[in-house]
Nanobody, 124 residues
Framework: QVQLVESGGGLVQDGGSLRLSCAAS???????MGWFRQAPGKEREFVAAISWSGRSTRYADFVKGRFTISRDNAKNTVYLQMNSLKPEDTAVYFC??????????????????WGQGTQVTVSS
């Protein structure tokens, strides 16, 4: 069983920063991890993914240069540093475990375990 618990969300002004954390337990050793987000009335979309080693990362075009994904395997935690936040970044952010221990998927179907999400609200 895998459990993922996100934290770090909140209310921030346009241009501000937040760091999200995803604490993992269970079978996550060797697996890539990802972050997704879902805004009201919209489908869940890929944000970023990171390999087990942390040496490989992948980002959605709309966050490149603003968001950074990282992980600390000793702490079983994945992070998403979000800078230069915009109102359109407002969403519930979810972390997820990749279904396989290779690749950096961007499709929802590439992930099999999900956290409950943390709300990020960016005010204009």
């Amino acid at each position: 069983q895998v459990q993922l618990v996100e934290s770090g969300g909140g209310l921030v002004q346009d241009g501000g920063s937040l760091r999200l954390s995803c604490a993992a337990s269970g079978r996550t050793f060797g697996y890539p991890m990802g972050w997704f987000r879902q805004a009201p009335g919209k489908e869940r979309e890929f944000v970023a993914a990171i390999s087990w080693s942390g040496r490989s990362t992948r980002y959605a075009d709309f966050v490149k240069g603003r968001f950074t994904i990282s992980r600390d395997n000793a702490k079983n935690t994945v992070y998403l540093q979000m800078n230069s936040l915009k109102p359109e970044d407002t969403a519930v952010y979810f972390c997820a475990r990749e279904r396989t221990n290779y690749g950096l998927g961007s499709d929802l179907r590439d992930y099999d375990y999900w956290g409950q999400g943390t709300q990020v609200t960016v005010s204009s």
